[in-house]
């Protein structure tokens, strides 16, 4: 009775070390953007359009959500149609850590990528604000770094270093930054200032040059206040 138990016992083991083992493997390999992922969904996405008469499947979002936050793809809706038969591994809603998301749904609709990764990180800083702001009549304004765009004071919202965010292009960290009402953003001008050197572009002061991350990249430069170009560098472009 006790040998048959053990190998009872060994079998289950075996079992769960092995069940263990391959969703690691798996995991790992689908939380990283992966190129054959975004054709994929992109040849699902020009199905869905050539099937519906140029609609998109996207999920409705207000009108006032960010451009590059606004137009996330519904994976349910293509999958309904028969556009997309499974959803990329690196999916967020297949457990993965990216969200996919529509450029240029107007005129040339490209499939992207937000790491959602940046989304829990902003989401962890921005309970300390509140917190801070539960007690405080102001937002934790640090530094004043051009008009209306200020640093966060790390040390009233009990961290030990600015608060910085390791960037979706590059190993990079970048800043987290707050305009006058309080709301955060990633600050991309270390990004930008090496995209405006490698890329061949046309930009000019007014242009909204965050698109030359969109354009020639994976992924789109989610929470970010917009910036333009002036004397080669990237500025602020504040409303």
Same mark, same amino acid.
């Given at each position: 009775m006790?040998?048959?138990y053990k190998?009872?016992?060994?079998?289950?083991?075996?079992?769960?070390?092995s069940?263990?083992?391959y969703?690691?493997?798996?995991?790992?390999?689908?939380?990283?953007?992966?190129?054959?992922?975004?054709?994929?969904?992109?040849?699902?996405l020009?199905?869905y359009?050539?099937?519906?008469?140029?609609l998109? +499947?996207?999920?409705?979002?207000p009108?006032?959500?960010?451009?590059f936050?606004?137009?996330?793809i519904?994976?349910?809706?293509?999958? *309904?149609?028969?556009?997309?038969?499974e959803?990329?591994?690196?999916?967020?809603?297949?457990?993965?850590?990216?969200?996919?998301?529509?450029?240029?749904?107007?005129?040339?609709?490209r499939?992207?990528? !937000?790491?959602?990764?940046?989304?829990? *990180?902003?989401?962890?800083i921005?309970?300390? !604000?509140?917190?801070?702001?539960?007690?405080n009549?102001?937002?934790?304004?640090?530094?004043?770094?051009?008009?209306q765009v200020?640093?966060?004071?790390?040390?009233?919202?009990?961290?030990?270093? +600015?608060?910085?965010?390791?960037s979706p292009y590059s190993?990079?960290?970048? +800043?987290?930054?707050?305009?006058?009402?309080?709301?955060?953003?990633?600050?991309?001008?270390?990004?930008?200032?090496?995209?405006?050197? *490698?890329?061949?572009?046309?930009y000019? *002061?007014?242009?909204?040059?965050?698109?030359?991350?969109?354009?020639?990249?994976?992924?789109?430069?989610?929470?970010?206040?917009?910036?333009?170009?002036k004397?080669?560098? +990237?500025?602020?472009?504040?409303q």
């Amino acid at each position: 009775m006790k040998y048959t138990y053990k190998l009872i016992l060994i079998s289950v083991l075996s079992l769960v070390l092995s069940g263990c083992l391959y969703p690691s493997n798996e995991l790992e390999k689908n939380q990283t953007p992966n190129q054959a992922q975004l054709d994929m969904v992109q040849s699902a996405l020009d199905d869905y359009r050539e099937r519906t008469n140029g609609l998109l +499947p996207i999920r409705t979002k207000p009108n006032e959500t960010p451009i590059f936050e606004k137009y996330l793809i519904d994976f349910n809706t293509m999958r *309904e149609l028969g556009s997309i038969a499974e959803l990329p591994g690196n999916a967020y809603e297949n457990g993965g850590y990216y969200q996919y998301a529509i450029l240029d749904p107007d005129n040339e609709p490209r499939v992207k990528l !937000i790491d959602l990764r940046i989304t829990e *990180e902003l989401r962890s800083i921005n309970m300390r !604000i509140d917190a801070y702001r539960d007690k405080n009549l102001y937002p934790p304004f640090g530094e004043e770094i051009s008009k209306q765009v200020f640093t966060i004071d790390h040390e009233k919202i009990g961290l030990e270093n +600015p608060p910085t965010i390791k960037s979706p292009y590059s190993d990079a960290m970048l +800043p987290v930054i707050m305009d006058t009402v309080g709301t955060v953003y990633i600050d991309y001008r270390i990004e930008l200032n090496n995209a405006l050197k *490698e890329y061949e572009h046309s930009y000019k *002061e007014g242009d909204d040059i965050r698109y030359i991350l969109a354009e020639n990249t994976p992924f789109l430069p989610a929470y970010s206040l917009p910036y333009t170009i002036k004397d080669n560098e +990237p500025v602020f472009m504040i409303q």
